[in-house]
């Protein structure tokens, strides 16, 4: 099994910037695409951005512009930079990963990181 840990979060003013990381540990396993979401409070989470093992991106359209995902497939690290922050970030962001261990798709979730953005 897959763990992933998140790193990153923190207050920051609107307008500012921040970078997430998360870092996948574990043995025998294979990750095909690392993403984030985010659940603010009454919200469902939602979906940022991902990226595949081959580098392809996607955003949401409430990030695109403003958000870049990045990945170190040495690390197994996915990152996150967010800039020009709104009051509407914030959230809790997860990283989430799709894996395969032997012939076993799976899904893992990190813990979550807290991102609050101030006036």
């Known amino acids: 099994q897959v763990q992933l840990v998140e790193s990153g979060g923190g207050l920051v003013q609107a307008g500012g910037s921040l970078r997430l990381s998360c870092a996948a540990s574990?043995?025998?396993?294979?990750?095909?695409?690392m993403g984030w979401y985010r659940q603010a409070p009454g919200n469902q989470r939602e979906f940022i951005a991902r990226i595949t093992s081959g580098g392809s991106t996607t955003y949401a359209d409430s990030v695109k512009g403003r958000a870049t995902i990045s990945r170190d497939t040495a690390k197994n690290t996915v990152y996150l930079q967010m800039n020009s922050l709104k009051l509407e970030d914030t959230a809790v962001y997860y990283c989430?990963?799709?894996?395969?261990?032997?012939?076993?798709?799976?899904?893992?979730w990190g813990q979550g990181t807290q991102v609050t953005v101030s006036s």
């Open positions: 574990g043995s025998g396993f294979s990750i095909a695409v």
């Open positions: 989430n990963a799709n894996y395969f261990t032997g012939n076993s798709g799976r899904i893992g």
